[in-house]
């Protein structure tokens, strides 16, 4: 028997992250290879530059022996473009009162993306936020229920079509073929929450270099998801500004010394800093070098927080919230963030995943790439696909993880 052979690739600021992965006979994800990438023509998570960007895309791809467009290819999308929307859709069934089959929930979901977005923007994904036959509400799984009337409330992510176009051409031009597109900072939250936390209620936020994503989970559906456009690269930016420091020293001085608060530290604690220009370093008080970075990612923690009073479950996330991402593993980050929003179910969370490059893959910043290949693999998109199959990733742009059996 052949295995479901998937291939990820995650586009960052900082790093490009290619992947690939299969379900063993168990059904378990198995992470197979992964590479991590330098990016070049990247910047604030958008490509500035085609040819720079899918050399980049083309040398993580080929790390992990991707075979070319024939192979399934899910990329992630990311970035301050991406916007979400709720929408309802409906259908008759007929006869009256028979069983719903799968054919009616995809015609109820395609008929709530029915919604136009303005004419610069495109669907990327649509969730199945709650299902209702007649007059029952609440339902996660409709088939096989018997009733006259389906209706559905949809969770519509979409996106920038210049921004989207840039994607797939880098992609293109790379040797590759996308099969699905997701916002990354769902695919993060895949890769660390089982079906318990989304169902009673759980934030996921992803820290980025140029970007972090807040996404919102309540009875099992994604009920807010949003990139904000600053993250770990800022904190860096602002170490090289004000300590005059070249971006790859404020990069190594704020990985090997960083914390995001001061709570604790000793006035005689010190650091040495390479700055522009000098010959020695010079030494300088670490707390100087801890309220740089704590009054950056308070910034951040605020941003995150009146997200989340958007979404209305501020007050009611029983998981708690966590972090994750490449700049969540800066220490301290999980406590100044508890700070911040007076909560103290905050943690960071990685992925954990088996496989022979499962290990290597069990850390923060591979979150968004790992979350990719659990979507795809564990999905149950084929239940609902449409006779004739799909044509592109703009078809198949379906998330129904809740109607998982």
């Known amino acids: 028997m052949s295995r479901k052979l998937v291939f990820v690739l995650d586009i960052g600021t900082s790093k490009t992250v290619a992947l ?14 992964i590479s991590n990438v330098p990016s070049r023509g990247i910047a604030k998570g958008m490509i500035v530059d085609l040819d720079l960007a899918a050399g980049t895309v083309r040398e993580a791809l080929t790390e992990i022996g991707y075979p070319g467009p024939t192979a399934d290819l899910v990329v992630a999308v990311n970035g301050s ?13 007929s006869p009256a009162n028979r069983n719903i089959l799968p054919e009616d929930v995809l015609a109820v979901i395609n008929h ?16 199945p936020r709650e299902f209702r036959v007649d007059d029952q509400k609440g ?27 840039n994607l797939e051409r880098t992609i293109e031009m790379a040797g590759g073929k996308v099969s699905m597109i997701m916002p990354a900072p769902m695919a993060s939250a895949t890769a660390i929450l089982n079906e318990t936390a989304k169902e009673i209620g759980t934030a996921v936020i992803d820290l980025g270099a140029s970007t972090t994503g807040v996404t919102v989970f309540a009875k099992g559906a994604v009920v807010r998801i949003c990139c904000l456009p600053v993250g770990g690269a800022h904190v860096t930016n602002d170490i090289m500004t ?16 960083g914390r995001a608060h001061t709570l604790g530290t000793k006035e005689e604690s010190s650091v040495d800093v390479r700055q522009v220009g000098q010959s020695q370093p010079r030494t300088m008080a670490r707390k100087v070098l ?17 997200e989340l009073l958007a979404s209305g479950y501020r007050k009611m996330l029983p998981g708690g919230i966590l972090l994750t991402g490449g700049a969540s593993q800066l220490r301290g980050s999980a406590q100044l963030f508890a700070k911040v929003l007076g909560d103290s179910q905050i943690k960071a969370a990685s992925p954990y995943e088996q496989g022979p490059a499962g290990t290597h893959a069990n850390s923060a910043e591979y979150s968004c790439a790992v979350g990719l290949a659990k979507h795809f693999l564990s999905g149950r998109e084929d239940d609902l696909q449409p006779a004739s199959g799909y044509q592109n990733w703009k078809e198949k742009i379906l998330t129904l993880f809740q109607l998982k059996s």
């Open 242 to 257: 004000l300590l005059k420091m070249t971006p790859q020293d404020a990069e190594k001085l704020k990985k090997d010394h």
């Open 290 to 306: 801890y309220e740089i970075i704590e009054s950056r990612l308070k910034e951040i923690a605020t941003l995150v927080d009146q």
């Open 20 to 33: 690939s992965a299969c379900l063993d006979e168990s059904g378990n994800v198995q992470i197979l290879a």
């Open 81 to 93: 473009h991406l916007e979400g929307v709720n929408a309802q859709g409906f259908v008759p069934i």
């Open 112 to 127: 709530s993306r029915q919604v136009s977005p303005s004419p610069d923007r495109e669907q990327i994904m649509a969730i």
């Open 139 to 165: 339902i996660t799984r409709p088939l096989g229920l018997h009733g006259s009337r389906l209706e559905v409330v949809t969770h519509i992510i979409t996106g920038k079509i210049a921004t989207m176009q």
